[in-house]
């Protein structure tokens, strides 16, 4: 997980997540001055 500050204060949590591959992704969380970002893969079992 990666903390970052944010170009302008985030006055309302703001959820994001984003496709990077068919398998993977990421979600960020960002409020006030930060964001945290996090990158994640699914895959079947």
Do not use: Y
């Not at 170009?7 to 930060?34: F, M, N, Y």
């Amino acid at each position: 997980m990666q903390l970052a500050a944010t170009p302008a204060h985030v006055e309302v949590l703001q959820i994001t997540v984003k496709a990077l591959s068919p398998t993977r992704g990421q979600l960020d969380i960002a409020w006030g001055p930060s964001v945290a970002s996090v990158v994640f893969g699914v895959g079947a079992r």
